[in-house]
Each structure stands twice: as C-alpha cells, then as structure tokens.
C-alpha cells in the first residue's frame, strides 16, 4: 500500500539498508496485537532489512518467550538478533538476563509502564550492572506515565558507563530537555520507533545523528512506514549519506558488537525546521484527523478538511506535495480496513505518512 512513497523516499536516501533496533514477537500481549517470527521476518523482507526482537508483554513471565526469540533469532540466518525481556520485580532478573546472554541474546529490553516499575526500582541496579559488566544495550520503553525516566535514565548512565541505553519511541517523555544534556552522556541513544512527525522532525534536528537508532516498533509500526516517516525527518534535518547509514544500521551494529559508538557529528539544530503556512494546515488537519482515529471517532470531516487545504493551485510551490498528500488521502478513504491494518488503528498509517509529507517541505516527492 506504502510501497509508491517507500521507493520514491528510497530514491532520496540512496543505497542505504536499515537494520530495526526495535520490534516484536509474541502473541499473549494483553494490547490485543500479536506478532509471530514468521510474521516478523516477512514484515522485514518487504525492505530487506534486518531488526533486533524481543518478547511482547507476557503476564506469565519471560523465560519461555525470551527462548522463543533467541531460538527465532538463531534460526533466521542473521535477520534477527535477539535482546531478552525481563521485569525487575519478578524472579531472579539478573539470573535470566545471565541465562539469555549466555543462551545467544546480545541485549536487555525494559518495559516500566506495562510492569509497573520505575527506573529507580531496588532490581533495577543490579540489571543495569550486568550490562555494564557486559557493554549490553538495554532498550527502555521511554512513553508517557513512567515518572523521572530521564533522570533516572542519566543518573544510571553515569554511574554505568559502559552500558548502552537506547530510549524507545523518540524518549517523547523527555525529549524536550534531555537533548540539552547528552553531550555529558555519551552512552545515551534514542531510537525512531515513533509516528508523530513533530517529535521525530526535534530528535534529528536537535540530538546528534549518532545517537540516533532506526526503529519501527512492529506489528504497531512497518518497515516501508518507518522509513518514510525516519527517512523524509532525517532528510528535511539535512543529514549527510554518511550520517543517514549511521542511523540505518551502522551505529546499532557497533552496539550490538560491543564497540565504540560513532561520533556522526553534531546536532543539524533548529534552523533546519522550516514551515512552509500552507503546508502546516494540511498537517495540522491530518493530526486532528489522527486524534480522531486513535481515539475512535470518526476522522471523515478533518480528513476532508485536508483534502481542501491541499488545493493550493497547480503553479503553486507547494502542489507537488499536495499531490501526493491528496493521493493518499484517496487511499485512505477509500481503503477497506479490516483488510490489512490492525481495527485498533484503521488506515491510520496512511495518515501518518501524510502528515511527514506535510511536515517535510524541502523534501521532494517527485
């Protein structure tokens, strides 16, 4: 459905592969959405990319799903590298982070929201230890209702140096201040797993390429639609080839090796974030549209709303975008939901790629 923006963004980026720091397996999560190894490395193969997995949320504890992966990631001839799961609370979780690495897992992931810990939890300090003692990348769900994460996040980054923490989704929950401090944090990295445009277009504009990860967040997100939404931010924040493979895949691969991070230069900084007035009304119609949808109402009359605010006029600078916002505001409209996407969130993903259009205007789309 994404494939005519995937290859025409592909085309801006060049010859890049991307390698996911952030999806899933599993298929007891109480989110209701599911995804199986199988499903998984078929999401991948639509770009030829590659991607650590970890578990989904299980209420019954993570060792059996945490073999699961790790038996996924062995047999799928290097496309998946798997990270264990573990809830400070529960268990000996120091134990199951030693078994997992031993067993072939190459990094931690953390859930406080799901499992209802804070960073700051007694099991925590022990975990983050383990990853130092080994130079693991731990991966933290870092969305709202998770108390001081960044705080904690940076007091553990000090103490632990040689850990490696990688703030999922953007790190929404913290982004407004922590880019300010990461210069004294170097062990600090942030991943791409988002879909609001405003959040992705201050993380490349104002945190360093090198700390930033390529990630999609499957079965919520997809590789075509991450790569858009990373791709057009990253390309509108001016980033270089060599900055765009670093964020790809090069900076995960040193991580996951136990290397020496990359210095891919400094932030491009917030003069890169032009407006164009025209194009921030469709926007903004799209992310009301949005709202809408995620909240479960009906989205017809902001999506239409967009629909005209695209009628710029055929001479005008910006009706190439339009054309291409229009075309998928057709898609969307017209698109069966219970066909491909998920019910929970109904053609959204459309929707999504539209608002990076909107948001990107010195970005072409021809």
Request: net charge negative; glycine share 8%.
């Amino acid at each position: 459905m994404l494939a005519p923006w995937y290859e025409q963004t592909m085309a801006l980026l060049g010859p890049l592969r991307f390698f996911d720091a952030h999806t899933h397996i599993g298929v007891n999560d109480p989110d209701t959405f599911t995804c199986t190894a199988e499903q998984l490395l078929a999401a991948l193969a639509t770009t030829d990319g590659r991607a650590v997995a970890f578990p989904m949320h299980e209420p019954d504890g993570y060792p059996p799903a945490n073999d699961h992966v790790i038996d996924a990631a062995a047999a799928s001839d290097g496309r998946l590298v798997a990270f264990c799961r573990v809830n400070p609370r529960e268990g000996d979780a120091v134990a199951e982070v030693r078994r997992c690495i031993a067993a072939g897992a190459r990094g931690i992931k953390l859930h406080p929201r799901a499992e209802q810990f804070g960073l700051d939890d007694p099991g925590m300090h022990a975990i983050v230890a383990e990853a130092h003692e080994g130079r693991l990348p731990i991966l933290i769900h870092a969305g709202r209702g998770i108390p001081a994460l960044g705080a904690h996040v940076l007091e553990l980054a000090s103490e632990f140096p040689r850990a490696r923490f990688i703030l999922a989704h953007a790190g929404v929950c913290d982004l407004a201040w922590m880019w300010r401090v990461l210069d004294e944090h170097p062990n600090v990295f942030f991943d791409t797993a988002w879909w609001t445009i405003p959040d992705l277009l201050v993380l490349f504009s104002h945190v360093a390429p090198g700390r930033i990860l390529y990630a999609t967040d499957i079965p919520f997100g997809a590789p075509k639609q991450g790569i858009v939404l990373a791709g057009r931010c990253a390309l509108q924040a001016g980033l270089s080839p060599e900055q765009l493979a670093c964020v790809a895949h090069g900076q995960l691969e040193r991580l996951l090796a136990g290397e020496d991070a990359i210095d891919a230069g400094p932030p491009p900084g917030p003069d890169v974030l032009r407006a164009d007035p025209l194009l921030a009304r469709v926007g903004h119609y799209l992310a009301s549209a949005l709202a809408a949808g995620i909240a479960g109402g009906d989205t017809t009359e902001q999506a239409d709303l967009a629909r005209l605010a695209c009628h710029v006029g055929e001479d005008a600078p910006q009706a190439p975008i339009c054309r291409s916002i229009l075309e998928l505001l057709e898609l969307y409209l017209s698109f069966d939901t219970g066909e491909t996407l998920p019910e929970r969130f109904p053609r959204l993903h459309v929707l999504v790629i539209a608002a990076a259009l909107a948001a990107t205007p010195d970005v072409p789309v021809d």
